[in-house]
């Protein structure tokens, strides 16, 4: 959702130190630019070199059986986030262990062989940012914040929201002011404390980075907890491995918006060969992103390193980051893994909204849209291997962006209630 | 959502008959009034005295590893539904083992001293319909029916047609012509085959009624295979069971519409006492109604046994049957275990909504409300004994009922986009 502008890692220190094992078994912060190391705490960008700063851990061994015997959420890879051994035990809104589909009408569509849908829709607030949510829940309480917060434009804000109030915490969510009604009412309802700013989400970001950096004890989920929230993501990709029985896909294809959530399943397959816990083996990571906001496909495009910011025009809002902090790496790990970056038109992202919908009864919100029609894009562009295993992510869910699809579908037929007229339709 | 008028069973008899094992474990549908046994098909009604069909059992010995090594969806619980043991292998939407939270801030807000909510709204069409729907789709399957098909006007609809998609069968969907367009097209998405009614919901029940009775091959979820379709609620009384350490909670508050939900839990529960799943103890059963359809309720609070049917007036749509197939049963069940039936009205609704949400971080539509206002009834009149473990069932999901919320809820300030004004507010 959102891309903070990343600044000088100026936010609170705690006053005491975190507990013991506050962050399971991570160990630091470590810069993804120049591998400086910073202690755990607050921070999001390395006092070296500004780059931004991801969790590092010393993982202990960890078995199959051990997640397996763990809860039907998240917590069950407890100990491959930065979290502590008793994360259940406080309030939470438990998300994750969404279903994997198997797509057997999408792939037959498509022409695919083997197909799945990783289908985030059902968690608690209907979007893959309870994920990230709950992690950094975990770290603001852990850092002792008193203020538990973010900036949004949607599926995040329901998110915070949400799990601020369960977690009985001051939750501050901050929103464009312009944002439709429904949409503010979907986030107001879990608090008392939506703030409304006269300006366009980036204005909404910058005032939330400044509040950041001046008072103490905020916890910004995307701004001065991100490093812990990012991790969050990485249960998607533990999550497939393991409903897989434990085997990594062939392929994947991810939406892009700040690019982190692409980067997390790279990490969490790549964690996963390291433990032992799936057998190493190659496979190709695909970002999606709409046409109105495609800076990394572009630059995937155009065979360069560098991204160039765009302002985004597109009905895709949750993946409308003009300028998204994970692109390079995004673009790294694509060309790496011999993926690629494609982009669809807003047409083509409603028509993934009905394709999938009507062959697997997922109703998708724009982004997964996007997913969709890119796979749809990838097949037909002979990008991606039909004949390998293929997991496509749905990020969020269709009541949130039902306009996107309103005035194309609707009744078949509109009857008198009689047998009759039923007949009549040519139905039966 | 729906109560279809009892009718003779003259419907499609299925060619040749279904498989072995078809339907599981079940032997026969029993008749609730007289008893008499009718043959497993597509029948709902007692040939003898009309009576409604109920199946009928012989469970093998089932063990609690054996369902915690099923899937984390309501097959886990197959040997004690009318499927086949190879459910899992056939499209379906794979609903349930939803989360059951512990709500400390809401028993802490109400007085009580153990409190659970079970949240059915992360299902994948988001209500406990997609339990139901999964089972209908199974017995239709079986039955070799060429249309699945049903009358609603909100969640049920949503989980047919979704359903109906992913199994790749002919799926219509009728509905009153005016429902609101939004509800239109979160059905519409799914299916070409929508028919809106011009008429009220007892109009589109009654057509589906009359076409279940005039085609062959039509298996209407709520009509036709109702008998196997009810039996998926009892999927929630299992999982609340299991989730508690398999044991049973001393108290339940559950929505009643048809009533058909509650008298399944209660089913539920005494097949895990049967089959030694859980200890054999004392439990009440508590239903919940809105005041402008509170039939049973009435019916309670008069000491009577009849249901006197009601002309529905409540936001809570998803509970307005004014003339409940499962009355008596509901109120029979209510008064032996020890509970009862209550009624709020719809402002009452409304708080029982951002009750949830501010506590819980739950969004629910308007009959989570009700049975959340319900059970604050419960403990403010004295009906509910506080010192006991109570478990509240959320069935459905805020974004499909906004509107209940929507002017109660929105920003506590709206600002210019700067840290000075911010301060302003004194929200820091």
């Not at 197909?115 to 709950?134: C, M, Y």
């Not at 005032?207 to 995307?222: H, K, M, P, T």
């Amino acid at each position: 959702m959102s891309a903070p502008t990343i600044e000088t890692s100026t936010t609170t220190p705690a006053t005491a130190g975190p507990r013991e094992g506050a962050f399971g078994h991570a160990v630091a912060l470590a810069c993804r630019e120049c591998g400086h190391r910073t202690e755990l705490g607050p921070h999001y960008a390395c006092p070296e070199c500004f780059g931004p700063l991801e969790v590092a851990y010393e993982f202990p061994a960890v078995t199959r059986e051990e997640i397996e015997a763990g809860p039907s959420n998240i917590w069950r890879y407890k100990a491959l986030l930065p979290v502590p051994d008793d994360i259940e035990q406080s309030p939470n809104t438990e998300p994750g262990f969404t279903r994997l589909l198997p797509a057997k009408n999408l792939a037959a569509e498509l022409g695919l062989d083997r197909l799945w849908v990783k289908d985030d829709s059902t968690n608690p607030t209907n979007s893959f940012k309870d994920r990230v949510v709950a992690c950094a829940l975990s770290a603001a309480r852990e850092l002792d914040a008193k203020v538990f917060a973010c900036p949004s434009t949607g599926n995040l804000a329901n998110a915070v929201a949400a799990a601020g109030a369960r977690a009985g915490m001051k939750t501050v969510v901050f929103i464009p002011s312009n944002l439709e009604h429904a949409k503010q009412v979907n986030s107001a309802v879990y608090t008392d404390s939506l703030v409304a700013v006269d300006g366009n989400y980036d204005d909404v970001n910058k005032l939330a980075s400044e509040i950041a950096g001046e008072e103490d004890g905020w916890a910004f989920v995307n701004v001065n907890v991100r490093p812990y929230y990012a991790e969050g993501s990485k249960t998607l990709g533990y999550e497939i491995a393991e409903q897989l029985g434990w085997r990594l896909p062939d392929q994947v294809v991810i939406p892009v918006a700040s690019g982190s959530q692409l980067t997390k399943v790279d990490k969490a397959f790549q964690e996963l060969i390291t433990l032992g816990l799936v057998e190493d083996k190659p496979y190709r990571i695909y970002g999606a992103q709409a046409e109105g906001c495609s800076p990394v496909s572009a630059a995937y495009k155009a065979k360069v390193d560098a991204i160039r910011p765009v302002k985004p025009d597109t009905i895709a809002k949750s993946l409308a980051i003009g300028n998204p902090a994970d692109g390079i790496y995004v673009l790294d790990i694509c060309r790496r893994t011999g993926g690629a970056v494609e982009d669809v038109t807003d047409d083509q992202v409603r028509e993934g909204i009905l394709l999938l919908a009507r062959t697997e009864g997922v109703f998708t919100e724009t982004a997964g849209g996007t997913t969709v029609a890119v796979l749809r894009k990838l097949v037909e562009t002979g990008q991606l291997d039909t004949s390998l295993e293929t997991v496509v992510i749905n990020t969020g869910m269709g009541l949130k962006t039902l306009d996107a699809v309103a005035d194309r579908v609707g009744p078949a037929a509109t009857i008198a209630p009689s047998y009759d007229a039923f007949t009549a339709t040519g139905i039966a």
